[in-house]
Nanobody, 121 residues
Framework: QVQLVESGGGLVQPGGSLRLSCAAS????????MGWYRQAPGKQRELVAI???????NYADSVKGRFTISRDNTKNTVYLQMNSLKPEDTAVYSC???????????????WGQGNQVTVSS
């Protein structure tokens, strides 16, 4: 019913920048909060940043001041601008969206496919 397609991952040197995108499509009535999560090898998945439909944001302490989450509601897309990247930012990054779809009375969470981000010299 809903597909989240991510793009923008890759390999970058420490101090570099990357921008992740996640576009939602399908039978969408309302796209509520959207967020980015990451999971490094051997670690639990953690919330990186989240943005509400109205644009309020929240960040993990480890990325505050370096990462910026934004969204374009006309394109059903959320972005994560990552600056001053560190090796410890290396992880699989996945987008998440809380979506109300046609024909269903409650919203549900959907996930993107995950994108590898590697920060290494």
């Amino acid at each position: 019913q809903v597909q989240l397609v991510e793009s923008g991952g890759g390999l970058v040197q420490p101090g570099g920048s990357l921008r992740l995108s996640c576009a939602a499509s399908g039978s969408i009535v309302s796209l509520n909060a959207m967020g980015w999560y990451r999971q490094a090898p051997g670690k639990q998945r953690e919330l990186v940043a989240i943005i509400t439909k109205g644009g309020s944001t929240n960040y993990a302490d480890s990325v505050k001041g370096r990462f910026t989450i934004s969204r374009d509601n006309t394109k059903n897309t959320v972005y994560l601008q990552m600056n001053s990247l560190k090796p410890e930012d290396t992880a699989v990054y996945s987008c998440n969206a809380n979506v109300l779809v046609y024909g269903v009375s409650y919203s549900d969470d959907y996930w993107g496919q995950g994108n590898q981000v590697t920060v290494s010299s």
